[in-house]
C-alpha cells in the first residue's frame, strides 16, 4: 500500500473541478503540465489564465524530499519557523553523506561513523516535526521517490535538482532550494514563474544498444545546458508510450542537465505496470479512474504545435547510442567513427579507466539487468575485462532484488566494487586518488548525469563521459572510448575475434520486488518531547542566526570576484569534502566561489584584496571586507549557478557579506536561492556591461530605495583612475519577494508571521 494515499485520492478527487475550469478560463484543449499545475493552485480553482514564463503563480505542492547534505540547512531553517510539524507529506534521505571506497560494507560503516552526528541530527528533527526517514544505506533519494511516493499527476518539490525524476511516474517534480522547501514545510505556498512549455514527440521504438538515457542525451545537444531554462519539457507519442516507467525517469531526471523547471510524461500502462510492482495497486486503481485527466487533452498531442512554445521530435528507430562530454552534459557523439574522430582532435584520453554505473539516473533493477546482460558476455565470452567496474545500486529494494537474481553476483564475477545504494561518485564522494588535484590525465565512463570537470573524482583532468548502463558497461569491458559494440570485435583469451550481443533486460523483475529491510523510520505522531541536539563546538553543525536586511542604501561596495565562463554551483560551493560541512554555515563558507576562475587572471581562489592590494583566496578576501563593515559584488556569465540546486551557493556569499550578484543570465534554482536569502540577484540589461567592470571597481546603487517590480536599478561603477560607468541593471523581483529582501531573508518574513 502506498505511503499517503489519502493525500493522492484527495488530489485525485479535485481534479476533474479544477482542470475542467482551466479549460474553460485558458480556452483551449490543455498539455498535462497544464493539468498538474492548474490543480495545484494555491487559489485552489483556477480563475486567471496565466501567462507563460511571465506571470508568477502560487502553488501547493503534495509533498516535499530532501537528501541529507541540503535536508541539514533546510531543516536548521525550519527550526527558525515557528511550526510544531510539517505542513505537508516530507521525507530525508541520507544518500549523499557516503563515500565509495572500499565497497558496500565498509564504506557504509565508515559514513555512519563519521557523520554520526550529522545522521543523528537529521534522524531526530524528522522525529519531532513528523518527518519520514530513510537512513543511511536505504538508497538514493530519487529512485526512493520513485519506488514509494511519485504518483501521476502529483506535485512535488525536493532540495535536490535530480527531484525531476519523478516524472517518469508522471509528476510535476521540482528540485528547489531548502528555503523554498521551508516555506512549504511551514504550510506556505510556493511560489514559480508559470513555465513555458517544450513538447518532445517521440515516435519509433527503442530497440538494440540505443537506451532510454539516448533520448536526453540528444535532446541535450539540441537544447543545450541552457535550452530548457524556465520550461517544463514534456514527452509524448508512440515512442513515449512504448517505454518503460524507469526509462521515462531517466529521460526526466537529467532533465536537469538543460535547465527544464521539471519534464514529465502522460500516464500510461507502463506506470500502472510499475506501480503495481512496488506495491501501490491502490495508486493505480485511484489513476486509473481519472486516467483522461493524467495526460494531455488529444488535440494536443495531435497538433502540438498550437500547444507548446517549442516542438521537438525524435525518432528512436533512427537513434544511435551516444556519448556526451567530456566536462558538459550536452556535447554529444555518436560512438564508432564520429568519437574516434572527435577524440583524436581533441586529445582526450581514449584509454577508458572505470566505468560507473548507478546514480539517481541510471540505478533501476531494469538499469542493472541490462548492463549485467552484457557483462555477462564477458564471462561467456572469455574477455578480460579493460577497465575497472563500479556498481551504486538505487535502493536496498532495487539492491536485495537484484543480488537474490544474481545480477549483482555477475558483475562481481568481473571484480567489480559493489558500491553502498547511496550517490557515491556521481556526487564527487568517491576517494578514487589521494591526491586528485595532481591526478592524471584520464577518461571514464559512466551512467551518471553531470560530468563538470573534477565533478566525480576531484581530477580536473578526468574526462568523464556519459552514456547508458549497457554501453557504459561495454566501453568498461573493450577499455576504449573508440569502442562501438555494434561493430567492433574483440579480442578473447583465447585469442579469438569475438562480438558482444545486443544487451537483453528484465523491465520489471520476473520474481517481484523484494526487500527485508528497506531503511525506512517512521515519525512519532507527536513529536514534542523529542530533543534536537546540536552541539556548541560542533564543526559540522551550526543553529543559524537570521541575516540582517542588506538595507536600501548600498554604497563603497567592493567587487570580490568577477566569474569568467561556466560557474555553477559547484565553482560557487563544491561538494566532494566539503558535504561534511553542510549543516555549519560559517565552516562551509570557506569554500565560497573557490573554484571560480577570476577573469582578471584566469585563476581560481585568488583574486585582489582591494584594501591591501595584496592577492588572497575568495573567503579569507571577502571575510576582510565583512570585517571592516563593506558589502560586496560578485559578477558572473551567462547561466551563472546552473547545476545543483544547492542552496549553500547562495547562503555562503549571503554569510559572508555579498549583497549582490550581477550576471548575464541566471540558471532558475540559484536565482531563486539569492532572493530567499535577501540578496539581490540583478542581470546586465546591457550584456557588454560585463566587460567595463575593472579589478577595483567600487559599485553604487543609485536608486535601490525605489526597489519595484519591472523597475530596473541603476548602479555606478567607479573606477580605481576616478572615472566612472553608469549601467542599467534588471530584475525579476516581484512584490513579495522585494519583501523578502526587505526582510533580510524569506525565512525572516515566515518567522515573524509565525510570531
Request: glycine share 8%; net charge negative; charged share 25%.
Amino acid at each position: 500500500m502506498a505511503f499517503d494515499i489519502d493525500m493522492i485520492k484527495k488530489v485525485y478527487s479535485q481534479m476533474a473541478e479544477r482542470v475542467d475550469a482551466a479549460r474553460d478560463v485558458v480556452g483551449k484543449p490543455l498539455t498535462l503540465s497544464e493539468k498538474i499545475l492548474y490543480n495545484h493552485l494555491w487559489d485552489e480553482t483556477p480563475k486567471t489564465a496565466f501567462t507563460r514564463g511571465k506571470d508568477y503563480v502560487d502553488f501547493a505542492p503534495d509533498r516535499i524530499a530532501c537528501q541529507d547534505a541540503t535536508a541539514q540547512m533546510a531543516l536548521l531553517q525550519f527550526m527558525q519557523a515557528g511550526k510544531d510539524k510539517v505542513a505537508v507529506p516530507t521525507t530525508v534521505h541520507c544518500d549523499h553523506l557516503i563515500q565509495a571506497k572500499d565497497g558496500a560494507e565498509k564504506d557504509l560503516k565508515h559514513a555512519n561513523d563519521v557523520s554520526k552526528e550529522v545522521f543523528e541530527f537529521l534522524e531526530s528533527v524528522s522525529n519531532k516535526y513528523g518527518i519520514g526517514f530513510w537512513k543511511p544505506g536505504a538508497g538514493i533519494i530519487h529512485q526512493v521517490v520513485l519506488e514509494n511516493y511519485a504518483f501521476p499527476g502529483g506535485m512535488m518539490i525536493g532540495t535536490d535538482s535530480h527531484t525531476v525524476n519523478a516524472g517518469g511516474l508522471g509528476m510535476v517534480a521540482i528540485g528547489v532550494g531548502g528555503a523554498d522547501a521551508v516555506d512549504v514545510m511551514a504550510g506556505m505556498a510556493w511560489e514559480l514563474k508559470f513555465p513555458k512549455l517544450i513538447g518532445v514527440k517521440l515516435t519509433g521504438k527503442l530497440s538494440g544498444w540505443t537506451a532510454p538515457k539516448d533520448v536526453i542525451l540528444k535532446v541535450a545537444e539540441i537544447l543545450t545546458v541552457k535550452g530548457g531554462t524556465g520550461a517544463i519539457v514534456e514527452y509524448f507519442g508512440p515512442g513515449a508510450t512504448s517505454m518503460s516507467c524507469t526509462g521515462k525517469g531517466t529521460i526526466c531526471n537529467m532533465g536537469a542537465e538543460i535547465g527544464a523547471t521539471t519534464s514529465t510524461f502522460g500516464y500510461d500502462d507502463s506506470m500502472e505496470r510499475y506501480l503495481r510492482a512496488t506495491d501501490r495497486s491502490d495508486v493505480a486503481d485511484a489513476a486509473n479512474k481519472v486516467r483522461e485527466y493524467l495526460t494531455a487533452d488529444p488535440e494536443v498531442y495531435a497538433n502540438p504545435e498550437q500547444y507548446f512554445d517549442q516542438v521537438i521530435e525524435i525518432n528512436l528507430t533512427e537513434l544511435n547510442p551516444l556519448l556526451n562530454g567530456p566536462f558538459t552534459p550536452d556535447l554529444s557523439t555518436p560512438v564508432g567513427e564520429e568519437m574516434t574522430k572527435k577524440a583524436t582532435e581533441n586529445e582526450w584520453p581514449l584509454q577508458v579507466e572505470w566505468g560507473l554505473i548507478g546514480s539517481c539516473t541510471n540505478s533501476s533493477y531494469e538499469d542493472l539487468s541490462r548492463a549485467s546482460s552484457i557483462a555477462q558476455q564477458a564471462l561467456d565470452k572469455n574477455l578480460k575485462t579493460k577497465a575497472e567496474f563500479g556498481i551504486n545500486p538505487g535502493s536496498e529494494q532495487v539492491r536485495y532484488t537484484a543480488d537474490r537474481d544474481g545480477i549483482l553476483g555477475i558483475f562481481e564475477k568481473l571484480d567489480a566494487k559493489i558500491f553502498t545504494n547511496a550517490c557515491g561518485p556521481c556526487i564527487g564522494q568517491w576517494a578514487r586518488y589521494s591526491d586528485p588535484k595532481n591526478a592524471p590525465k584520464n577518461s571514464i565512463v559512466h551512467s551518471f548525469n553531470r560530468n563538470f570537470a573534477k565533478r566525480a573524482d576531484g581530477n580536473p583532468n578526468t574526462h568523464a563521459f556519459v552514456a547508458s548502463p549497457e554501453l557504459t558497461a561495454a566501453i568498461a569491458i573493450a577499455g576504449r572510448l573508440d569502442f562501438n559494440p555494434m561493430t567492433d570485435k574483440l579480442i578473447n583469451e583465447n585469442g579469438e575475434e569475438v562480438m558482444l550481443d545486443e544487451p537483453t533486460g528484465w523491465e520489471l523483475p520476473p520474481k517481484g520486488f523484494e526487500v527485508k529491510e528497506n531503511g525506512y523510520l517512521e515519525p512519532k505522531e507527536d513529536g514534542s518531547s523529542v530533543v534536537v541536539k546540536v552541539a556548541e563546538d560542533s564543526e559540522r553543525l551550526q543553529l543559524l542566526t537570521p541575516f540582517e536586511p542588506i538595507g536600501d542604501t548600498i554604497t563603497g561596495a567592493k567587487l570580490l570576484i568577477k566569474a569568467f565562463g561556466k560557474c555553477t554551483t559547484d565553482h560557487i560551493s563544491m561538494a566532494g569534502p566539503w558535504l561534511r560541512f553542510r549543516g555549519h554555515l560559517d565552516n562551509i563558507s570557506n569554500n565560497c566561489l573557490i573554484g571560480a576562475v577570476n577573469a582578471f587572471n584566469k585563476k581560481t581562489n585568488f583574486v585582489k584584496n582591494q584594501l591591501t592590494g595584496e592577492y588572497g583566496g575568495v573567503p579569507d578576501t571577502q571575510r576582510e571586507y565583512k570585517k571592516e563593515g563593506i558589502w560586496t559584488v560578485v559578477v558572473g556569465d551567462h547561466n551563472y549557478g546552473e547545476g545543483s540546486s544547492r542552496e549553500h551557493a547562495a547562503m555562503e556569499p549571503r554569510h559572508l557579506g555579498v549583497a549582490a550578484v550581477i550576471v548575464k543570465s541566471f540558471a532558475r534554482i540559484h536565482e531563486t536561492n539569492l532572493k530567499k536569502q535577501g540578496m539581490l540577484g540583478l542581470t546586465f540589461d546591457n550584456e557588454a556591461d560585463y566587460d567595463l567592470i575593472q579589478e577595483d571597481d567600487t559599485f553604487n546603487f543609485l536608486d535601490l530605495n525605489e526597489f519595484a517590480p519591472n523597475k530596473p536599478l541603476t548602479i555606478e561603477i567607479v573606477h580605481a583612475d576616478g572615472s566612472k560607468d553608469t549601467i542599467k541593471v534588471n530584475h525579476t523581483y516581484n512584490e513579495a519577494q522585494i519583501a523578502w529582501y526587505k526582510a533580510g531573508s524569506a525565512l525572516n518574513l515566515i518567522a515573524a508571521q509565525n510570531a
